[in-house]
């Protein structure tokens, strides 16, 4: 015991005299955090797709011809931070304007990669009423755009789009490829960034020798490394509740789930590095080295899509994101760093989850996630709300949260005797990174 006890007094007073002793001490430990405390599944979601076999070529090829043929955004089109969307919106399965609608997105996103009905209104009815106009029943698939805005204008606050003031709403830190908002440098949260792609690629090497393929188990070993990358370069890095436990590692699983191709040989899906650029909208230049064209997201010619029989659904999304809490414990904390990297101070869940959520241990299983992310969305809707719109218009938006917003929710569960939770705007109080903005410079960003 006095051995112990004068190990730990030693390494104190080495931290006290080298302070930077205690970064390289904080970096060590948030890098063994990124590894894995049981393996990600090769076949993440519903365990009926691990065994899934079927191809039909004509069934699941994506038309990119006439009225689907590829074209670049023109002026005055918008495209954000999702390759999924704008690579649909570039091909007409989305209109070209970038101004989503639910009926668009149900349908615009079945057609092109097999995303599920009840996938689809949860995840249009939430950034609705996050990020867009739930009256008008329109939102923004990039920056903030008038064609959202009531004809009356909106007094109080800014309707964002999904990027830029949108973050922490839908999009948080530590995306695919996308930078951190309040990050000192690379902070577009529209843009993407090929460091991280090429982090990406080099996973996937790794992990794939011979094929380099982009796996789910790529994708989630990424995500743990990009919130490590945050932590240790972002002083602002801030995850909230639903953006940053759920829908950040939900992106992260789209890339793989609704962007691969598929054949005979691979039923269940494959990605190749040459067909995510093509998705994500890079090119090579002369030297091999990656290129960022901002909104010019590209389905490959003779790509086929998931098959309907074994679409991406809600129940998919929810459990996908279970496995990768039992997987990486640490990419579920809520939190964020104070002000200096590595800094990183978690929120206590039982807290502003009313014991729904204690560790992110209880994240792991499927059940308490749906009623996690049921619960977060509903604690952040109504301040969302609140700092759009004022008078009738509140008041008619706030109305519209018991007839759409929790019809969209229900399939996650019956969730009995939820406690309310508590909002970003209450657990978010001195992190820097938690500043939720509806406007300023950056608002047109694109």
Known sequence: MLSKLFLVLEVASLVTAYPHIAELAAKQHVRRQSIPTVPFPEWPGNPTHALYNQFNATEQLIDVTGEHAWAAPTQGQIRGPCAGLNAAANHGYLPRSGIATAESISEGLWNAFSLALDATVFLETATRFFDGNPITGEWSIGYASSAVDLPTGTALGQITGICDYGHLKTEAD????RGDFFAPTQNSNCRSYTNFVQDLFDVANKMNP???FLTPQVYAQHSANRK???IENNPNYFAPAYAGVAFTFGAHMFAWALLSNHSAEYPRGYQTQDNFLSLWGYTRGSKGQLIYNYGHERIPNNYYKRAPADAWTLEDIVISTAQQCA?????CQIGGNTGKVNSF????????????????KDLSDPARMACFISQAIQADAPGFLDAVFEGPELNEALGLINTQLLPALAPLGSCPNLPKGKSVFAYGHGYPGAQVQFGGPRATEH
């Open 228 to 230: 490590v990358y945050s």
């Open 327 to 331: 997987s990486y414990p640490s990419n």
């Open 174 to 177: 530590a995306s695919i490829t």
């Open 210 to 212: 011979s094929t380099g």
């Open 345 to 360: 101070s978690g929120i206590d869940p039982g807290d502003i989850t009313g014991g729904l959520i204690n560790s992110a």
